[in-house]
């Protein structure tokens, strides 16, 4: 298996999150249980397929040779060790976001048609999803992703809620349109029935550049795919799954 390009980690990578939770379940007392059928690093080969393939757990089964329970609980054990291990490399966005000029972005994690999921039903993009707001350097390097909100929520809304417009109000910060409102630097709005003058066109077009490192920060985070072609768990999980992927980045990125 080419482990970079399907778990999104390298080989040393992985080996390293296997050591670290080997020193875990080796500081736990040993019980007797269902004898194992998969080694570690194959528990967590199969968790990282999961989050970054998003494929079916039928389907991850076919691929091991195992069944899909027992996926299911290799995925059930894993998640919180992988969260545990990875605790420590992601920033505090207060720290991080110190002294930089950060870009930041809005985007949604679909979750498919739900019921009772009005409250998370984005009009702007036609599905019901959690928002999540991202920040990144001017370079696109990941500096952060906040708590989950309602799909609903706008992202001027949104940035308020998770507490990141206190955070970023004492730096600089670049944002589109949607964040009119905010400290942030934005692209100027075109008047109705007007034109921009030159000036404002080519200061807007100067901070749309800029602004493109941010959409491919969240590309590169979608690459996880549990994050961007439908979450199928249960929804109270989700702000947790994505701490954990938000986690698993950062270590990817070498933080």
């Given at each position: 298996m080419r482990y970079q390009s399907t778990t999104g980690l390298d080989s040393d990578q992985i080996d390293e999150l296997v050591g670290r939770i080997e020193e875990i379940e080796c500081g736990r007392k040993s019980g007797h249980g269902r004898p194992v059928v998969v080694d570690l690093y194959g528990q967590v080969v199969i968790a990282l397929v999961l989050l970054r393939q998003n494929l079916n757990q039928m389907a991850v089964a076919d691929l091991f040779g195992i069944s899909q329970p027992t996926v299911s609980r290799i995925y059930r054990t894993i998640l919180p060790l992988l969260e545990q291990v990875t605790c420590l490399h992601a920033p505090d966005f207060a720290e991080a976001v110190q002294t930089r000029v950060v870009l930041v972005d809005g985007t949604d994690v679909p979750t498919g048609n739900r019921r009772d999921g009005r409250e998370n039903y984005s009009g702007k993009r036609h599905r019901q999803g959690l928002n999540i707001q991202v920040g990144a350097t001017l370079e696109g390097t990941l500096l952060g992703v906040s708590d989950p909100v309602p799909g609903c929520r706008h992202d001027r809304r949104a940035i308020t809620e998770t507490g990141w417009e206190d955070i970023l109000g004492n730096w600089h910060w670049i944002a589109d349109p949607g964040y009119i409102g905010t400290t942030?630097?934005?692209?100027?709005?075109?008047?109705?029935?007007?034109?921009?003058?030159?000036?404002?066109?080519?200061?807007?077009?100067?901070?749309?550049g800029i602004r493109s490192a941010a959409e491919r920060c969240i590309a590169h985070l979608k690459n996880w795919k549990i994050l961007a072609t439908g979450y199928r768990g249960r929804l109270a999980e989700l702000p947790n799954v994505i701490r954990i992927v938000t986690r698993i980045e950062f270590y990817r990125l070498g933080w």
């Open positions: 942030a630097i934005t692209p100027e709005r075109k008047p109705k029935n007007g034109e921009f003058d030159p000036k404002t066109k080519d200061n807007n077009k100067l901070i749309s």
